[in-house]
């Protein structure tokens, strides 16, 4: 099996082609300023991760911009330094700030001359729309969260954009996942019986960040630290 094999490329975008991380670190930063917040980056990586996905789970319907908003409120009540409504709120909003990866849109401009490009994404629509033009493209397929009501790694995501690209005459053995996060990501499509392609953007740091652990062993198709170095292992094998 190679890359070069496939017809589509799903992604997922926050931690995959947006720098969610530093985007979620600047956002919060006004609130750690007040609060005299003193936990550090990566254990505030790790609290985010924790109460995001909570409520993932407990408000499936919930739009990623008010989930945000709440996520902050919890993690003001966990860590013992309570957010101010504006805080919450302006961090529900700050996902139009959060930045590409500096190789993201470059990337993408490649591989589309090679794959149709879909986004499966945990937010909502607008908030995408904003990281959208970040990164230069129209997208083939866009499947949210708002979509389906629900967030990975619940499976809708992967079953819409399945079925929608069966429509476009394109089989599950064309796509190719491509996502940083094995628990949102590689487990579920790998329970959806699709290859996947692991953006490992966290090599080398110790932790999961923003992202839980996967909740079970899972094993990508291949793995590269950056969108970069996808593209040259494609170019390598279109070469070979």
Known sequence: ???TDFDVLTF????TLIDWESGILAALA??????GVTLGDEALLTLFSEVESKIEAERPALLYS???TATLREMGGRSGHAATPAEAAAFGQSVKDWPAFPDSAEALSY???????AILSNVDRASFAHSARRLGQNFDLVVTAQDVG????????????LARLAAMGIPKQK?????????HDHVPAKKMGLASFWIDRRAGKTGTGATKPPPEPVKPDWTAPSMAAMVEMHKREKAR
């Open 1 to 3: 099996m190679r890359i």
């Open 12 to 15: 997922d975008c926050y931690g």
């Open 30 to 35: 006004p609130w750690r300023k007040r609060a």
């Open 66 to 68: 008010d989930l945000l």
């Open 111 to 117: 591989l589309k001359q090679h794959y149709k490009l």
């Open 150 to 161: 629900s967030y990975k790694p619940a499976l809708a995501h992967f079953e819409v954009a």
């Open 175 to 183: 796509v190719l996942h491509t996502a940083q996060s094995l628990f």
